[in-house]
C-alpha cells in the first residue's frame, strides 16, 4: 500500500464532456504527477504539481489541466472529452525533497469515452 | 526528444530459470532511473532507483543496474509471483520543466 488513493475507480462519459479525477497523496508529500495509460502502454506524463505550482508538464494540449490543495489533494481535469482519451488514469506523489524524486502510485481510475 | 524503451516486449520463464530484461535510455539530462512492476489493472509498485552509471540495487530476487545507455533488471530463480509487467522509467528536465518518460514495459510470466 502507497498511501495514495483515486477515484472514483471507474468512469463513463461520453465525447465533449468534461471530466474531474481526484487523488489523495501521502501526507507530507509535496509532489503530484498526473499519468494517462493506454491499454499495454506505459504509463504517460500529464504534469507534476510541487506546492500547487505546475513545475513540468509532457505533451498534452490544455484541456488537461491541474489543480493541487495545501491538503494533499489534486484534481486532473478534461474537458472537451475525445474517444483516444479512455485509458488509466494514475496520480503519483512524491515528497519533492531533492531532484531525484521516487513517485509512489495510486491505484488508477479508468475512464471510458463513449 | 527523450525515449525510453525495453526489451524484450515479452518474456516466459519456467520457476527457476534466471534472465534479465533491458530498458534502453536516450535522454539530455539524467536525473534518475527508476523500475516498477504492474500488476494487470493495478497502479505501478516502486522496485528502485538509480541515479548514476555503475550503480547497482537488489531486492530479494532482483537486481537493477544502470550504465550510461542502459538499465537491466537480473531476476534470479523467479518465482510465479513475479509474474507482472516491468517498467523502466526515466526522469529528465524536459522543455516545460520536469519530464517523466516510461517504458512500454516487459510482460513477464513465470510457470511454475
Known amino acids: 500500500e502507497t498511501g495514495v488513493t483515486q477515484s472514483p475507480t471507474h468512469l463513463i462519459k461520453t465525447r465533449g464532456q468534461q471530466v474531474t479525477l481526484r487523488c489523495s497523496s501521502q501526507s507530507g508529500h509535496n509532489t503530484v504527477s498526473w499519468y494517462q495509460q493506454a491499454l499495454g502502454q506505459g504509463p504517460q506524463f500529464i504534469f507534476q504539481y510541487y506546492r500547487e505550482e505546475e513545475n513540468g508538464r509532457g505533451n498534452f494540449p490544455p484541456r488537461f489541466s491541474g489543480l493541487q490543495f495545501p491538503n494533499y489533494s489534486s484534481e486532473l481535469n478534461v474537458n472537451a472529452l475525445e474517444l483516444d482519451d479512455s485509458a488509466l488514469y494514475l496520480c503519483a506523489s512524491s515528497l519533492g525533497t531533492s531532484e531525484t524524486d521516487t513517485q509512489y502510485f495510486g491505484p488508477g481510475t479508468r475512464l471510458t469515452v463513449l | 526528444e527523450d525515449q525510453v524503451t525495453q526489451s524484450p516486449e515479452a518474456l516466459r520463464l519456467q520457476e527457476g530459470e534466471s534472465s534479465s530484461l533491458n530498458c534502453s535510455y536516450t535522454?539530455?539530462?539524467?536525473?534518475?532511473l527508476f523500475w516498477y512492476r504492474q500488476d494487470p489493472g493495478k497502479g505501478p509498485e516502486f522496485l528502485f532507483t538509480l541515479y548514476s552509471a555503475g550503480e547497482e540495487k537488489e531486492k530479494e530476487r532482483l537486481k537493477a543496474t544502470l550504465t550510461k545507455k542502459e538499465s537491466f533488471l537480473h531476476i534470479t530463480a523467479p518465482k510465479p509471483e513475479d509474474s507482472a509487467t516491468y517498467l523502466c522509467a526515466v526522469q529528465a528536465w524536459g522543455n516545460y520543466g520536469q519530464n517523466f518518460v516510461f517504458g512500454p514495459g516487459t510482460r513477464l510470466s513465470v510457470l511454475p
Open positions: 535522454v539530455s539530462g539524467l536525473r534518475g
